[in-house]
């Protein structure tokens, strides 16, 4: 990797529950990661692979990932490389791009007890 395109990538994961089948719960406390990318070559897919290696996660539980958009003052889904580079760019002067994820269940836990539910009507 090219020192001149090297870029840290800091992600803050909060603490989480994953609640398995038998109802039992294991919280996770706050977890930070660190790790150097190479600028040119890197992208959403392999950053977001980095970070779920760092976690785990029950089989319905999603993570998703975000940023803060110094630009417009929000955080911004991190979806696409377009994002990515976008992201770099913003945090180039620190050459430190803050992550920040957020777990969450794809499935209400009402429904793990076997009965019949309908998203969104919990």
């Known amino acids: 990797m090219d020192s001149s395109s090297?870029?840290?990538i800091y992600v803050c994961i909060?603490?989480?529950a994953e609640v398995t089948d038998d109802?039992?719960?294991t919280?996770?406390?706050?977890?930070y990661l660190n790790f150097v990318v190479d600028r040119d070559r890197s992208n959403v897919k392999d950053i977001t692979d980095e970070i779920a290696t760092g976690m785990k996660l029950w089989t319905n539980?999603?993570?998703s990932i975000s940023f803060w958009n110094k630009r417009?003052?929000?955080?911004?889904?991190?979806?696409?490389?377009?994002?990515l580079m976008e992201?770099?760019?913003?945090?180039?002067?620190?050459?430190r791009v803050p992550l920040y994820v957020d777990v969450h269940d794809?499935?209400?836990?009402?429904?793990f007890n076997g009965t019949f539910c309908i998203p969104g009507k919990w």
């Not at 417009?72 to 994002?83: E, G, M, Q, V």
């Open 6 to 8: 090297a870029c840290r």
């Open 14 to 16: 909060p603490n989480y």
């Open 23 to 25: 109802g039992s719960t």
């Open 27 to 31: 919280v996770h406390p706050n977890n």
């Open 61 to 63: 539980q999603e993570m």
């Open 72 to 83: 417009i003052s929000k955080f911004c889904s991190f979806t696409s490389d377009a994002l």
């Open 87 to 95: 992201a770099m760019d913003l945090y180039w002067d620190m050459r």
């Open 106 to 111: 794809t499935v209400h836990p009402e429904c």
